[in-house]
């Protein structure tokens, strides 16, 4: 029974047998593997293709298909296919290289490579086109030139044999007019003889006509009758005739009508049955309406009178009544007699007419007779008088002729001799032109290879890719010039040139750029960071309507839809990483012919596609990563600015404002050269059209050859003023490069500008910005007559203010590197600096072992690292000697590599080096000095302004800005630049015309409004915190771009506060100006800002019943205030956490301490000191030691000592303290500011080497970041990237030992108690071999599937990614520590230190339980301790929260001393101590030595005690235990920090615990290296 569901599960069944649906999915990226997460139905439920890249197999095999028809020589197409190949995995491997060194991505494609065919097929076919059409021009004229000479050698010769003809034509003329005058006698006669005869054949005409016209009116009347016959019977139908055959017994009047109709048919049976038969006839109604109406007779009229007519009893009316058809039969029988009657009239007439006509005949024949004898005799006249014509004209020929060919010799002279030199040239020309058919071939295989895959990459691997393709083409003997190859050679030099005047550069790499994207046969992509291809695009598109939309536009589709429809370029701005899958079928080209339209379906409709739509695309993006998905859709161009390309803008710039004329003739030069070269090719094609266009002798064409003798003087003056102005544009050249200095630093300038951007997402700065600040610094400075000193005016103070300007939109920990990095790309490209010494600088010995410590010595004074990095530098030139130096003077190297300023003097041996060759040698001793060898270099080469940070300055911003400029205060934790920028408005008098909106959700409408209401009146906007409404930062982007379209208000200004974000707009913050507002750097800075911003005199003055106490603990606030700030840079010395402390925490203690100064007499210390390091800052600590910290620091500002007569001292020196005199605040404004301006680490009761680690730490952070912005450079003759990672992966694949075994445990490892349970530690060591064998197999899965990835096998997803790069770098990568355990190790050190604790695991499981724990090697030392105090708790019977630690420090110096465990509790071992050392001789905490950052501590017992017993004393320091030095980890459950072990009581000695508290002292489970 077929139900409903039968029928489903039918249909059901239908589609699983029938339907095949393929998905096609792109691996590279995490898509595909989230898409596989997300839907295991695409495992589960699919087969699974994996296609591969094409091998070399196949590539040659679509190459050959596609050339099958190309018209080369086999064995040509064969090197062809082959080259093809090459360039294509050439592309492969050049895009690895990019990848590595430049760390840009690119992707060849199946799609590359069948555009590299098509586009050599194309490019291959038009440049043998264009190369056939000029050797087809050229030779056209050389053809006719040729022709020309052999006509002038053939004239000479038929000139002498014209003259005997010309003497016997004259006298065959004479003869020849007698003949004729007798021929035209006889004609006359004859003449006459016709007209006669013609006389009476007109006669017998007349009266042959009279007899026709009275035929003509007979038979008018009888036409009427017959023309109703003819309706009557047009009339009737089939069903009419069927209406009258059905009647039986038919109405007598019907019967009497059929009956005429059977008489007019001559039929005798006028029987109603005859009738019927007849009207069953098939042709009855077309027999009626072909009736032959001539053919009735007499007697059928008669008969026809007789039987019918004369009855009375039928008429029209009473048939019609009957019958309609029966009324038209009646009434077609009554025409066609009426019609005979009277017709019968016009026989007679028609026998006189025919008698008449045939005399008419007879006469006509005697009229032709006459008239063929007058005819002949007319021939034989005219015949006569043709050959007497003829022979004149042949006399009138011969005379012409020689005056023609003497015309024609002269002209000749003429044309040779004018042509002469283009002769000479055009055959050259085709000489060249035919050889070149010939190398075309492997011109355009390169060129075609450019432009389907050089697009993504920058001129350096352009030019080596094109190198090694052009060495291909030889090596397979491709014919190719021997010239090097330009891309340029397959565009047109005149469409070149116009798109330099329409602002696309004229370098090499730009040039090549146009014609990528010209020639390109798919859509092209531009990145376009500084927005030259899009003004290019604008300016080359802007007379055919161009469409400029994009993606976030509303109604960008439909424009785009309207732009296919009508042919008019779009250009789609600013896109991201991907773009809309709307696009799709535009970017295809997916179009198909309908109905013999072209159409494109677009979304749901099918649009017309007009051929003549161009469409460009352009993003912002300085380094987007585009995936193959989009990359098969689009060609990606790389229109990022050129050194070269950027040098020569701003040469023009520089030149435009110091030399306006040469410049002005620079470019009017330009302008002639370019005009001449045209007007040169014009003429050339005007004299080559007029020679092809002579179609007959060109001889004899004096118009042509005057216009071909114009052309020439035309053109040999066109060449003349080409020489003088080529020369003059050398001249101008020379002296315009006379300025190329400045122009060369811009453009090192802006290279280093464009490069910071991967510093900081927020550091964007566009072209045009430091275009217009270039300018505005060529206004500025000192003019000079002489350019050599006027360019060494302009070198600094372009330099200057680009730093000043750049540095204001800059974060303070960055503003050092930009300036060095100014000095490294300027002197770099001087030769100064050599790659070589750049190299070390940055990477030193990359972690490799040069020094062998069991072979090689070194001073005691260093260690091995340093050695090591000794031993690389020389290896750079002009080290080489370094080693030998330092043990030549060993005693001076010692003393100057301790010293705190080794950066200001050095040793002796160094006196004939720079100060960046210094650097070096700093940097391999006394890393941590490095800044400071930084500044003193930059101080060197630039001057001592270029190492101070330029000041905050708000009024030099504004003067920058513009009302399409914004400016944008870029914010850090805890800086409010609202009330500077309220101060500021109501200084300018935009007080009362700013709005200020702090941005949220739902404020875009209102800040929109604002803004528009701004720019009419010319108010000031300010919107305040854009970072956290990124989703309205598009629409912010929107309106500030129409307002730069649009005319504004000349006072508006827009104003922004942001975070720093990644998601805020790039244009935005490339046309704005960049403030960064930071808390103040110092002491002295925080001191300062404090007593501008906060303590006010108004303030200072506001307690006088308690003025003294006010004074001095307000000044001892400001302290405090600045001291936690300042503590922050020393990293976990100074706070764990590193706390975001601001004004208000500032303001609302200085309110609590002024309210209990008010209401109090003396000072209440408990409630002040829990008001302000409890509450107002200590709320903000969640780490229970730094708010021990905190409470420590606030106790030596808040106590009686501070409040007392005299100074204060904080310092023993006494540089730092409260004044005795305090009643004056500008006394002790005048004290902060003659404070130093860098405090040592002291002051922050910290210990020197608390300096070392942090200065160390900010070098290897600026290194790193250095580092991070420059190219990545490959060893010449090294293994690759890919190779080092691939045999480092291998070798800890190869190192990694077996998982623990549990099995093996030793007796003693798992003992049971005689309570039937697993002693404490059995479960700690079972649980952390659990860990430790899951973190072995973790290493072991992703090692091996990471070599895989390497090897191609597998896909290199982003995670696998960030694992290779993390190796590459020597980092633990991420996936390896997710479920590891806490490390800041580097990549060898990290698995290494791994290998060990798996070590210290095994021996423990099979060895039993060690004398003493390394405590470092847990994965959860917490439980390990608390396994500890469980085992006591089992073994006494207590309960385990009653129990503690007591710690002991015992005198083995090592594991190897301690030979037996404790009676109670543990030995641990492997601790470090930070910030302070532990003194063996006294066993207790003391000062560290200096420069010794870390010193190892002995064995320590821990015991396990009751809580009721005394653990500490008041000289004992609670010391915490950490795992790593970061100190901070993610708060527990136990409230405490994961990186918190715990805390063991330590012999403070000499100094009181709050001293180690201040100094940050505290052990480490691990070191970081």
């Known amino acids: 029974m077929e139900t409903r569901s039968v029928m489903l599960q039918h249909f059901v069944q239908l589609c699983r047998d029938n339907v095949h649906i393929v998905l096609c999915m792109s691996p590279v990226g995490e898509n595909f593997r989230r898409r596989l997460r997300m839907f295991p139905s695409l495992v589960n439920c699919c087969t699974i293709d994996w296609f591969s890249k094409w091998p070399a197999e196949a590539l040659i095999g679509v190459a050959r298909r596609m050339f099958a028809n190309l018209q080369v020589e086999e064995h040509i197409k064969d090197a062809l296919c082959r080259m093809c190949v090459f360039m294509h995995q050439d592309v492969e491997r050049l895009s690895s290289d ?16 069948l555009e590299l065919l098509n586009s050599y097929m194309t490019m291959l076919e038009e440049q043998n086109q264009q190369i056939t059409s000029q050797i087809k021009r050229l030779g056209g004229g050389l053809d006719k030139l040729q022709s020309t000479q052999v006509m002038v050698d053939e004239m000479s ?30 004609s006359i006669v004859l003449e006459a003889q016709c007209v006669k005869e013609e006389e009476a054949a007109m006669v017998i005409k007349r009266d042959a006509d009279i007899v026709r016209q009275e035929c003509q009116v007979e038979l008018d009347k009888a036409m009427p009758g017959l023309l109703a016959a003819q309706a009557a019977a047009e009339k009737l139908d089939d069903a009419s005739i069927r209406e009258i055959r059905t009647f039986t017994n038919p109405p007598e009047k019907v019967a009497k009508v059929m009956e005429g109709v059977l008489i007019l048919f001559k039929e005798r049976d006028l029987k109603w049955e005859k009738s019927k038969t007849m009207l069953s006839k098939m042709d009855f109604i077309s027999s009626l309406r072909n009736f032959p109406r001539d053919e009735i007779e007499e007697r059928t009229i008669r008969t026809l009178d007789k039987h019918w007519i004369c009855s009375d009893a039928i008429n029209e009316e009473d048939v019609g009544r009957i019958s309609n058809a029966a009324k038209n039969l009646y009434c077609w029988v009554i025409a066609l007699r009426d019609y005979y009657k009277n017709s019968r009239n016009v026989a007679p007439k028609k026998e006189q007419l025919a008698a008449a006509e045939k005399k008419l005949d007879d006469a006509r024949r005697s009229q032709q007779a006459a008239n063929d004898m007058l005819t002949g005799a007319q021939r034989k006249v005219a015949e006569a008088q043709q050959r007497l014509q003829a022979t004149i004209d042949e006399k009138k020929r011969l005379e012409e002729e020689m005056k023609r060919t003497e015309l024609r010799l002269a002209r000749a002279s003429k044309l040779m001799s004018g042509l002469a030199s283009e002769q000479t040239r055009w055959v050259s020309t085709v000489s060249t032109l035919k050889a070149s058919r010939i190398t075309v071939i492997g011109t355009v295989a390169v060129a075609a290879g450019a432009v389907a895959y050089l697009g993504p990459f920058t001129a350096p691997y352009r030019h080596k890719a094109t190198l090694s393709w052009v060495e291909e083409c030889r090596r397979l003997k491709i014919p190719i010039p021997e010239k090097d190859f330009t891309l340029s050679e397959i565009a047109d030099p005149v469409r070149i040139r116009q798109w330099g005047a329409q602002s696309l550069p004229t370098d090499e790499f730009s040039v090549d750029n146009g014609i990528i994207t010209t020639r390109s046969q798919r859509w092209c992509l531009c990145i376009d960071p500084q927005g ?44 991201e990483e991907s773009l809309d899958a709307a ?82 003739r620079a470019g009017q030069t330009v302008v002639e050269i370019a005009r001449g070269k045209r007007e040169l090719k014009e003429t050339e094609d005007k004299i080559l059209s007029l020679l092809a266009s002579s179609s007959d002798n060109i001889l004899d064409n004096q118009v042509l050859i005057d216009t071909l003798q114009e052309s020439k003087k035309t053109s040999e003056n066109i060449t003349q003023s080409l020489e003088v102005a080529e020369a003059t544009q050398k001249d101008i050249a020379v002296a315009r490069n006379r ?54 005016i302009l070198l600094p103070a372009i330099t200057l203010d680009t730093y000043t300007t750049v540095c204001r939109g800059l974060f303070e920990k960055d503003k050092q590197l930009f300036v060095f990095m100014f000095v490294s790309q300027i002197f770099r490209e001087k030769g100064d600096i050599t790659d070589e010494e750049w190299n070390f600088f940055l990477k030193g010995s990359e972690g490799r072992k040069l020094v062998d410590p069991d072979e090689e010595k070194w001073p005691e004074w260093t260690n091995e690292a340093a050695w090591n990095e000794v031993t690389e530098l020389i290896t750079v030139p002009g080290f080489e000697s370094l080693r030998n130096e330092i043990w030549a003077a060993e005693e001076e190297w010692g003393i100057w590599a301790t010293t705190d300023t080794a950066y200001n003097r050095y040793p002796i041996a160094l006196r004939n080096f720079n100060e960046w060759q210094k650097l070096l040698v700093l940097k391999v001793f006394r890393e941590d000095l490095v800044t400071y060898g930084m500044t003193k270099v930059v101080g060197h080469y630039l001057g001592q302004q270029f190492t101070e940070s330029p000041p905050f300055d708000l009024d030099a911003c504004f003067s920058e800005s513009s009302p399409t400029a914004p400016i944008i205060f870029v914010l850090t934790p805890g800086t409010d630049p609202t009330a500077t920028f309220t101060e500021f408005a109501e200084k300018t008098g935009f007080g009362d015309r700013k709005m200020m909106l702090s941005l949220g959700q739902d404020q875009g409408p209102k800040a929109q409004e604002m803004i528009n209401a701004a720019c009419k009146n010319g108010s000031w906007v300010y919107l305040q915190n854009c970072h956290v409404y990124a989703s309205w930062m598009p629409q912010l982007e929107r309106i500030l771009e129409d307002i730069m379209l649009r005319p504004v208000h000349k006072d508006f200004r827009l104003w922004l506060t942001t975070m720093p974000n990644p998601s805020f707009p790039i244009l935005v913050l490339q046309s704005g100006i960049k403030i960064v507002k930071e808390p103040p750097k110092g002491l002295k800075a ?82 002040l000191q829990y008001m302000t390091g409890v509450i107002n800052y200590g709320g903000r600590v969640t780490d229970f030691l730094d708010q021990r910290c905190l409470q420590t620091i606030l106790g030596r500002f808040f106590n009686d000592e501070v409040t007392r007569e005299g100074q204060f001292d904080i310092t023993a020196d006494g540089v730092y303290c409260v004044p005795a005199n305090v009643n004056n605040i500008d006394t002790v404004k005048e004290y902060l500011q003659n404070l130093p301006p860098f405090e040592q680490p002291e002051l922050f009761g910290l210990h020197s080497n608390a300096d070392i680690t942090y200065n160390r730490a900010t070098s290897r952070k600026q290194l790193q970041t250095l580092l991070s912005v420059q190219p990545r450079t490959r060893s010449e003759g090294g293994a690759s990237m890919e190779e080092k990672v691939l045999e480092q992966a291998a070798d800890f694949a190869r190192r990694l030992p077996l998982p623990v075994d549990k099995s093996k445990g030793h007796e003693e490892t798992y003992r049971i108690t005689p309570d039937g349970t697993m002693i404490s530690l059995g479960t700690v060591i079972s649980q952390e071999i659990d860990v430790f064998n899951a973190i072995i197999e973790k290493l072991r899965a992703t090692l091996i599937e990471l070599q895989r990835a390497i090897k191609g096998e597998v896909v290199m997803s982003a995670k696998l990614e960030r694992m290779f790069n993390a190796f590459l770098l020597g980092r633990v990568p991420d996936n390896w520590h997710e479920g590891s355990y806490l490390s800041l190790k580097p990549l060898a050190s990290w698995f290494d230190d791994t290998l060990s604790r798996v070590e210290f695991l095994r021996d423990w499981n099979e060895g039993g339980l060690p004398p003493s724990f390394w405590i470092s090697g847990f994965f959860f030392p917490q439980g390990f301790l608390t396994g500890v105090l469980q085992t006591h708790a089992r073994a006494h019977k207590m309960p385990i929260n009653d129990i503690k630690f007591r710690t002991h420090v015992t005198h083995y110096q090592s594991l190897d001393q301690v030979e037996l465990p404790p009676d109670s509790g543990v030995y641990i071992h492997g601790l470090f101590m930070e910030g302070a050392r532990f003194n063996r001789d006294t066993m207790a905490v003391d000062e560290s030595i200096k420069g010794e950052l870390y010193t190892s501590m002995p064995v320590i017992w821990l015991e396990p ?61 691990m070191l970081d290296d």
């Open 98 to 113: 990019f990848l590595a060194e430049m760390r840009r991505h690119n992707y060849t494609t199946p799609t590359s490579y």
């Open 583 to 664: 696009l799709d079928a535009v970017l295809l080209r997916q179009t198909f012919k309908s109905q013999g339209r072209l159409m494109l379906r677009l979304g749901d409709q099918d649009i017309d596609y007009d051929p003549n739509f161009r469409f460009y695309i352009t993003t912002k993006l300085p380094n987007p990563h585009y995936l193959p998905e989009l990359q098969i859709k689009v060609t990606i161009v790389n229109f990022t600015v050129t050194q070269k390309g950027l040098e020569d803008q701003l040469l023009g710039e520089v030149v435009g404002y110091e030399y306006a004329e040469l410049e002005q």
């Open 1086 to 1167: 925080n001191l300062r800002d404090s007593f501008l911003l906060a303590v006010t005199p108004e303030l200072w003055e506001s307690c006088p019943q308690n003025a003294s106490n006010w004074k001095r603990l307000l000044f001892s606030l400001s302290y405090f205030h600045a001291i936690i700030q300042e503590r922050r840079r020393f990293g976990p010395a100074g706070w764990n956490i590193p706390y975001e402390w601001n004004q208000s925490d500032f303001s609302a203690s200085i309110k609590s301490l002024f309210t209990y100064l008010s209401d109090y007499e003396g000072v209440p210390w408990t409630a």
């Open 157 to 186: 010769l038929k000139l002498v044999k014209m003259k005997p003809e010309l003497e016997a034509s004259a006298i065959a003329t004479a003869q020849m007019v007698v003949d004729v005058e007798k021929e035209k006698a006889e």
């Open 532 to 575: 030259q291809a899009n003004t290019w695009i604008r300016n080359m598109e802007a007379d055919s309507k161009l469409k400029i939309v994009k993606l976030n536009d509303s109604n960008y589709m439909r424009t785009i839809e309207n732009a296919i429809k009508v042919g008019v370029p779009v250009l789609l701005e600013n896109v």
């Open 739 to 792: 300025y190329r200095p400045v122009a060369t630093r811009g453009s090192l300038i802006y290279a280093v500008i464009s490069s910071i951007s991967e510093i900081d997402h927020m550091y964007q700065i566009s072209l045009e910005f430091f275009k217009t600040l270039f300018k505005y610094t060529l206004g500025r400075t000192e003019k000079h007559d002489d350019v050599e000193k006027r360019v060494a």
């Open 1505 to 1565: 005690v009751s809580r009721s017993a005394v653990t500490s004393r008041a000289d004992t320091y609670a010391c915490p235990l950490y795992k790593t030095s970061a100190r901070a980890g993610a708060l527990s459950t136990t409230g405490l920090s994961t990186n918190f072990v715990l805390s063991l009581d330590l012999d403070a000695g000499r100094n009181p615990p709050e001293h180690w508290v201040l100094r940050g002292v505290a052990l480490l489970c």
